[in-house]
């Protein structure tokens, strides 16, 4: 079985749903075949949207087959489902962040976010990672609810795992006994903010105890 692998940019960097999709492709049964369509991005703009609108999608259109299933990786590479006509698509949609901050960002960019969700809804069937984000795309983007799925994140339980030594503390110099620990960057679509206003109120209420 071949799986058609649309995911859009090419990257060597490791984060999130990256490590996510390389550990999942580890443990895929032998019988199924990972037919993975990139494009190498370009910061010049202009080039970019050469390679999003006519190159990539030509690619696409020469490497796929109409049989196959198609697995869009992300809302970022949507958009295709308004350029072609596909059968059997899956997308997955972690959150609708940039959709519910499109006024943050301005001109070619919003323009993008928008044509992404609106190949979203052209999907067959939408994969998220839990029951909120479900919740919002079914109210925000009016998707139906019975075509998508829930597939929490998975856990590498030989990489992490409960350790009760305190070497690495000692190693960055933390002596601190209660540690909190955020893990994610530090963009927006994250609401660092909110994590910070819960630590704010939660330090009020130990220092009132």
Do not use: W
């Not at 490497?63 to 949507?78: E, G, M, Q």
């Not at 943050?104 to 939408?126: C, E, M, P, T, W």
């Amino acid at each position: 079985m071949i799986i058609d692998y649309i995911n859009g940019a090419r990257t060597d960097k490791v984060f999130g749903y990256k490590r996510v999709q390389d550990e999942l492709h580890k443990r895929l049964p032998k019988h199924i075949t990972i037919n993975k369509i990139e494009y190498t991005p370009s910061e010049n703009i202009i080039l970019q949207s050469v390679k999003l609108f006519l190159t990539y999608p030509l690619n696409i259109f020469f490497r796929t087959h109409k049989k196959r299933i198609k697995h869009l990786t992300s809302p970022d590479v949507a958009y295709l489902l308004n350029i072609f006509r596909f059968k059997k698509t899956l997308v997955s949609c972690y959150d609708l962040i940039s959709y519910h901050r499109i006024n943050d960002f301005s001109g070619l960019r919003k323009f993008f976010i928008k044509q992404n969700y609106k190949g979203v809804l052209k999907a067959d069937h939408i994969l998220t990672i839990s029951e909120y984000s479900k919740q919002d795309i079914i109210k925000t983007l009016g998707y139906p609810s019975d075509r998508i799925s829930v597939i929490y994140p998975c856990v590498d339980l030989e990489k992490y795992y409960p350790h009760r030594s305190r070497a690495i503390l000692k190693k960055h110099h933390i002596t601190n006994e209660k540690i909190v620990l955020y893990v994610g960057s530090e963009e927006p679509r994250q609401n660092v903010d909110k994590i910070i206003k819960a630590f704010k109120k939660y330090q009020h209420n130990v220092e009132s105890h």
